[in-house]
C-alpha cells in the first residue's frame, strides 16, 4: 500500500512521481492525501468551525474527489478495497462504508489525516505502508514524526503493528 501524500499534488511533476512509485510497487494501492480540495475545507471549517464529524465525512468526500482525479489521471481503476490484480487507487469513503467499524477508535476530526486512514487500511488487510511525501521524516520515531507534524497525531497508535513501513520523499 502506497500513501500519496496530497501536497505532492501541487507539484507540475505528480503524475512522474506516482508512475515512478507504482514502477516500484506495482501491485500496490494508492491512497492519495486530499490534497487542495481537501485544505479547501480546512480553510473554510477555520473561518467558520463547524461539527468536527460532519466536517471530517465532507474531507472524506473531498479525498474521494481527489482520489477520481488521480485515478483518472493516472488511468487507474478506483476501488472500494484493496486487489490483487495490480495497482489502483483507494475510494477512502467507500472503503469505510463497507464495513462502518473500520472507523472505529480513529477521531472524527482534523486530528485524522489520510496518513492515519492509510495505516487503518494496511492494518485491516495485513500490508506494509509506504508513506510518499513531499520532504523526509524528521525522525524515525513515529511520535517525533507526529510531533513535528509529519503524520497526524493519531498516526503512531494506528501504525503500531503494520508488517512494514517505510517512506519515500521524491527529489524536488
Do not use: N, Q, Y
Request: net charge positive; proline share 6%.
Amino acid at each position: 500500500m502506497v500513501k500519496f501524500g496530497g501536497a505532492l499534488l501541487e507539484r507540475a511533476d505528480w503524475p512522474a512521481l506516482a508512475r515512478a512509485l507504482l514502477a516500484e510497487f506495482p501491485a500496490c494501492v494508492l491512497v492519495v492525501g486530499g490534497g487542495s480540495v481537501v485544505e479547501g475545507l480546512r480553510t473554510l471549517d477555520a473561518t467558520a468551525p463547524g461539527d468536527p464529524a460532519v466536517v471530517h465525512r465532507l474531507a472524506l468526500d473531498g479525498r474521494g474527489i481527489t482520489a477520481r482525479f488521480v485515478a483518472a489521471r493516472l488511468r487507474l481503476e478506483i476501488v472500494a478495497a484493496p486487489v490483487d490484480r495490480g495497482a489502483a487507487v483507494l475510494d477512502m469513503a467507500a472503503w469505510l462504508g463497507v464495513a462502518p467499524a473500520r472507523h472505529d477508535g480513529l477521531a472524527r476530526s482534523w486530528s485524522v489525516t489520510s496518513d492515519s486512514l492509510a495505516a487503518r487500511v494496511a492494518g485491516v488487510h495485513a500490508a506494509g505502508l509506504v508513506l510518499a511525501k513531499r520532504v523526509p521524516p524528521p525522525a524515525c520515531d513515529l511520535a517525533a514524526a507526529a510531533a513535528a507534524g509529519w503524520v497526524d497525531a493519531s498516526f503512531p497508535d494506528v501504525a503500531r503493528g503494520l508488517t512494514a513501513l517505510a517512506w519515500r520523499a521524491p527529489a524536488s
